[in-house]
């Protein structure tokens, strides 16, 4: 295994690039996750990425949350029926350049899930193992976690967890940068093309991105921005590396391209309620 470095230095495209115009048929998207019926994560946030980016996004609703920025109160699963039927019903129409799958619940609807994906030769799937809200409420069930790691991340074509989302698909403690790419190389070993491991858990003024694709370890290095418009940042992350991908970026071209957007999201942070606030997702307006 070799390392490239940092990415830092690297010259990635600026803002998302729409479609060209007078295209015949528009670049789908589709967002396989949960309803925040707050709007700042989940399905919400992955539409609003998707339509800063100039891609039509579709979606598959894995279950609905009820949510604000403070607490999740409830969730209430979709049927893996229902969910089987949204896939076909998506995919044998709009034929998406890429997949964003973001929560899942629990066994059954991994497993719906990853069934669909296989029965229509999904691309450019982006999976965030989401698990925990930020609230701190349980948002996969721990039993669903076997399933994850066996059925769908060795669907993925990049896998994007957080640090303590990585220590539980890897199995291990992580606290060094040693130890982060070991929990990379043993995630990628679980079958997905590439893994990135988030670094907003980690501490320090600089935030390191870690990104394996079973040969390089690339980080992509930027100073911390100190905010508590937060909620949503993992869906916003990875909706936009999918968008990219399905715009036609190559892997380390959509992931420099999706940090940069939200990183100006973050800069230009929302507090629509009384907790954690929201990126902008459309930071280019004035």
């Known amino acids: 295994m070799e390392s490239r ?3 830092r230095r690297r010259r990635g495209p600026g803002a998302p690039r729409p479609p060209a115009p007078g295209s015949s048929r528009a670049v789908t998207v589709v967002s396989i996750a949960a309803s925040d019926s707050g709007g ?3 399905i919400q946030a ?3 990425t998707f339509a800063a980016h100039g891609v ?3 979606t598959v609703l894995t279950a609905a949350t009820a949510q604000n920025t403070r607490e ?3 969730v209430e699963p979709s049927s893996t029926r229902f969910i089987a039927r949204q896939i076909d019903a998506v995919f044998s129409d709009f034929r998406p350049a890429a997949v964003k799958v973001g929560m899942l619940y629990d066994a059954p609807r991994i497993r719906a899930v990853a069934a669909g994906l296989k029965r229509h030769g999904a691309r450019n799937v982006v999976v965030d193992p989401v698990m925990v809200a930020k609230s701190g409420a349980r948002l996969l069930s721990r039993a669903a976690v076997a399933t994850l790691r066996d059925r769908l991340l060795p669907l993925a074509d990049l896998v994007t967890p957080n640090i303590p989302e990585a220590e539980v698909l890897a199995g291990m403690r992580i606290r060094s940068a040693a130890e ?3 929990a990379a190389a043993a995630i990628y070993d679980l079958g997905p093309r590439a893994v990135l491991v988030k670094g907003g858990h980690g501490r320090g003024a600089g935030l390191r991105d870690l990104l394996f694709d079973g040969r390089f370890f690339t980080e992509f290095t930027a100073p911390r921005i100190r905010t508590r418009a937060t909620h949503g940042t993992g869906c916003t992350l990875s909706s936009a590396i999918a968008a990219n991908l399905a715009l036609g970026l190559d892997l380390d071209e959509a992931i420099v391209a999706a940090i ?5 999201g973050l800069e230009r942070g929302r507090f629509p309620g009384s907790g954690f606030g929201v990126p902008d997702h459309f930071p280019g307006r004035t």
Do not use: P
């Not at 940069?260 to 100006?264: G, K």
């Open 180 to 182: 982060r790419r070991i």
């Open 72 to 74: 999740v109160t409830a």
């Open 5 to 7: 470095g940092t990415a």
């Open 260 to 264: 940069r957007y939200l990183r100006a």
């Open 46 to 48: 992955d539409l609003l």
């Open 56 to 58: 039509h996004g579709a």
């Open 40 to 42: 700042g994560a989940g």
